[in-house]
Nanobody
């Protein structure tokens, strides 16, 4: 069975850092994305990475603060979040696709994690 298991969320003060991890099991995925959803808002794209890790893309709101990376040997993707802001508070979801390219469209992804809560206090 295919699973994505996220970890690393929590409560942090503004300006702090967190590192989210997403471990895949059951198959190898071509590309990954991170999305987030705040209360009362739609799910939004955060970052994405292709198969080799050579191409990464970020939402404007997180560019320069967040870094997506992957370790194919461990079937794991990471999201390093620095200089966190209260507006980053949301449930963060890892998404994976068989495709080797990545996409900012959540419909592109075949498998989703359960989500991990990130709360940034001011």
């Amino acid at each position: 069975q295919v699973h994505l298991v996220e970890s690393g969320g929590g409560l942090v003060q503004a300006g702090g850092s967190l590192r989210l991890s997403c471990a895949a099991s059951g198959r190898t995925f071509g590309s990954y994305g991170w999305f987030r959803q705040a209360p009362g808002k739609e799910r939004e794209f955060v970052a994405r990475i292709n198969w080799s890790g050579s191409n990464t893309y970020y939402a404007d709101s997180v560019k320069g603060r967040f870094t997506i990376s992957r370790d194919n040997a461990k079937n794991t993707v990471y999201l390093q979040m620095n200089n966190l802001k209260p507006e980053d508070t949301a449930v963060y979801y890892c998404a994976a696709s068989k495709g080797v390219l990545s996409s900012s469209d959540y419909n592109y992804y075949d498998c989703w994690g359960q989500g991990t809560q990130v709360t940034v206090s001011s």
